[in-house]
């Protein structure tokens, strides 16, 4: 048999190896700052570019984008290359995908704290980057694909259906929630508002989790871990069975981020259903993954690569359960809006995805540069704080998640609500977030120590930049396999179809009804666009990132309406691109907010929130009393907003700015009479205007003092 000679590029491998590290320190520290700030105000140091708002964005696109996302490629570049038998296709489209990833990471950086962001949560950058991203996903897919069709095996090994569907996926969820209409280079509408845009995102950012940080990471396992075990992967017939059943379900989901909302019941159902059936291949994986461990237990009391494996499963396993138990219409009654959810999320980056990336790293980079890791002790070391740090987050986001369902509907034997001032739960829990932080802290020491082990490992050892391997060449097809699946593995490019069918099902059935859904949302007459000045205020709004902490959606349940007034109504969302729902309650909801306070209440609150709400852990927002407010480009938002079915007649359009200066000066002279000195042309007077008109449109219910 003739062996063709040829090598694998460990280079790309170890340049993913190092990014992967450095953002990792990065977006983990920001990770600390921001839950800081949660604690000591302060730290949000008066700047409108460090602000939670702008910064929290910042913190979950470095980790999920940034660390997460080199760590993948770090993944998939040095095993595809390895159970193909090939090179990677191409060596230029390798550095291309890079360096491009890598920018893509530093505009995000820069632009996010600049306030340039679509809103839309693990996609908040605006459009050139978002074809940036575009870009760079197409070169990695001719470079994957091109691997795949010059491999010299001709079977796909299991990894590599993880690493084509993620592929498919990431690609469909990219494009469809990132269709927006450009106003500037760094301003866009959604086409999508309301009800519509709220089920797009949260069809994408289930998903999101689901196809970048799971099946990648999937991939990952089974050829990693019978690697670092030395064992055969358990059950083949498992593996099938897990990777089809989860992909098809798993697009289904993201409904259930949207229970209880103005989103139509049937889709809300579906959601709930197909989160509980999620249960089944999600822990089949981990089932998989646990028993290839049959036999190598005394390998893993030794061996700190196979400890992080271990513990990344059994996280794997518990996030995958909870998900489908919050989804569950009784449980996410209560711990919807509530730090469950950041600790739920935080299980499944901290423990799946941050221990599988330690665990490759510290296996794979030795290889690389063919040497032993520098101290075993030390990555020993690591494990423990880091599983410490995972419990001394998780556990105290837990403890607050109930304090805040129990405690926002608690009502007095009388019937009324027993803590009407919703920062009285914000007080309660703020012990909770001083421990959470303690684990941040304790977790990121951990990356830092690992950093020094891997720095050492690399200076006594020698990158092999180009390894060289050999392999018969391709074998040809062979048509009488057995196993239908088998023979499927050797078709990459309709095991790609089948894969891109099986998650568009779901996607389709959920997405098509939502396109015609404004036509099926009981109109409300008195709804009407906003003015050309509370427009800029709602643009000042997103910019400022008010989402994160804020939702403007009412619940039907009883302990909301006594709240906040009025539950939601799908009309009254019709004009909003983008939705801003929300997803945490760190503050009140706000969709009932105008006209509740008069106006140097929301003056005086957004100068120093403590004025109005002593012990308020909301950043100060002093800029928006000095900055002028740009009305540059307020026409061609109204001319956006027109084409994309806003019925604003030519005549608004043209005299928006004109408009815009009438309704501040009404404004600034109410603010005037109760001594408060402000020019009409400053920024907090679109804010105010923007926060007087939410909820106005229709008569709300009398709410509690």
Not at 260 to 285: D, E, H, K, N, R
Request: glycine share 6%; net charge positive; with cysteine.
């Amino acid at each position: 048999m003739h062996l063709e000679q040829f090598s694998y590029d460990n280079k790309i491998v170890r340049n993913f190896g190092i990014a992967t590290i450095i953002w990792g320190i990065v977006g983990m520290s920001i990770g600390l700052l921001i839950a800081l700030q949660l604690v000591w105000p302060e730290l949000n140091f008066m700047t409108q570019y460090t602000t939670f708002g702008r910064v929290r964005p910042v913190h979950t696109n470095a980790v999920i984008f940034a660390f997460v996302g080199n760590a993948i490629f770090m993944g998939v570049y040095y095993s595809m290359q390895r159970v193909l038998k090939a090179r990677m296709f191409s060596d230029v489209l390798s550095k291309i995908h890079f360096w491009g990833w890598q920018l893509v990471i530093v505009a995000s950086a820069i632009t996010l704290p600049l306030g340039y962001t679509s809103s839309h949560e693990y996609a908040e950058m605006e459009w050139p980057i978002d074809l940036g991203i575009t870009l760079i996903w197409v070169v990695f897919g001719i470079n994957m694909f091109g691997t795949i069709i010059k491999r010299r095996e001709r079977h796909m090994y299991v990894a590599v259906w993880f690493y084509i569907a993620t592929f498919v996926t990431v690609a469909v969820l990219h494009i469809v929630n990132s269709i927006q209409l450009p106003v500037s280079f760094w301003k866009s509408y959604y086409v999508y508002s309301g009800v519509q845009d709220a089920l797009v995102q949260w069809w994408y950012g289930h998903n999101a989790v689901a196809f970048f940080l799971t099946t990648p990471f999937l991939g990952m396992m089974y050829y990693f871990l019978p690697k670092m075990a030395n064992r055969p992967v358990y059950s083949y017939k498992l593996s099938i069975l897990h990777f089809w059943s989860l992909i098809f379900i798993y697009i289904w989901a993201g409904p259930h981020h949207l229970l209880y909302t103005s989103l139509p019941s049937w889709v809300q159902s579906l959601g709930v259903v197909f989160s509980i059936m999620l249960i089944a291949p999600s822990w089949g994986g981990m089932i998989n993954g646990l028993l290839t461990l049959r036999g190598a237990w005394d390998k893993v009391r030794v061996e700190p690569v196979l400890k992080f494996m271990v513990v990344a499963l059994t996280c794997y396993g518990m996030a995958t359960f909870e998900g489908p138990m919050l989804s569950l219409k009784q449980v996410n009654a209560i711990a919807h809006f509530t730090d469950w959810i950041v600790a739920h999320v935080h299980v499944g980056a901290l423990g799946w995805n941050g221990f599988m990336t330690f665990a490759v790293l510290y296996w794979l980079l030795p290889r690389i540069y063919k040497t032993e890791l520098y101290s075993k002790k030390l990555a020993n070391a690591h494990f423990w704080i880091g599983t410490l740090g995972i419990l001394f987050y998780a556990i105290p986001m837990y403890w607050a998640a109930v304090v805040q369902g129990l405690m926002w509907k608690e009502f007095t034997p009388e019937g009324v609500l027993k803590y009407p001032n919703f920062l009285a739960t914000t007080l309660e829990i703020i012990p909770m977030h001083m421990m959470r932080a303690v684990g941040g802290a304790m977790y990121l020491a951990g990356v830092i120590m690992m950093t020094y082990n891997l720095a050492k490992t690399m200076k006594k050892g020698k990158l092999v930049a180009n390894e060289a391997a050999e392999a018969p060449a391709l074998e040809p097809l062979v048509v009488n396999e057995r196993s239908t699946h088998r023979r499927l593995e050797r078709k990459p490019v309709l095991f790609m179809v089948l894969a891109l069918l099986a998650i568009l099902i779901g996607g389709l059935v959920e997405m098509i009804p939502t396109f015609t859904i404004q036509n099926n949302i009981p109109t409300i007459a008195s709804v009407q666009p906003y003015t050309a000045l509370e427009l800029q205020g709602r643009d000042l709004y997103i910019k400022e990132g008010c989402v994160n902490c804020h939702s403007q959606t009412i619940r039907p349940f009883r302990s909301e309406t006594s709240r906040y007034g009025e539950y939601s109504k799908a009309g009254e969302f019709i004009y909003d691109r983008p939705f801003l729902w929300g997803s945490k309650r760190t503050g009140p909801d706000l969709h009932r907010i105008g006209g509740k306070y008069p106006n140097k209440w929301h003056f005086d609150h957004m100068l120093d929130p403590t004025i109005t709400s002593p012990g308020s852990i909301m950043p100060a927002y002093p800029w928006l009393m000095e900055q002028e407010l740009d009305n540059s480009l307020l026409v061609d938002k109204m001319q956006a907003m027109q084409t994309l079915g806003v019925p604003y007649t030519d005549e608004q359009v043209n005299n928006a700015v004109q408009d815009a200066e009438k309704q501040a000066e009404k404004i600034a002279a109410d603010l005037a009479n109760n001594q408060v000195d402000v020019r009409s042309d400053r920024e907090i007077i679109a804010m105010i205007a923007y926060l007087q008109r939410l909820g106005t449109d229709i008569k709300a219910n009398k709410t509690e003092k």
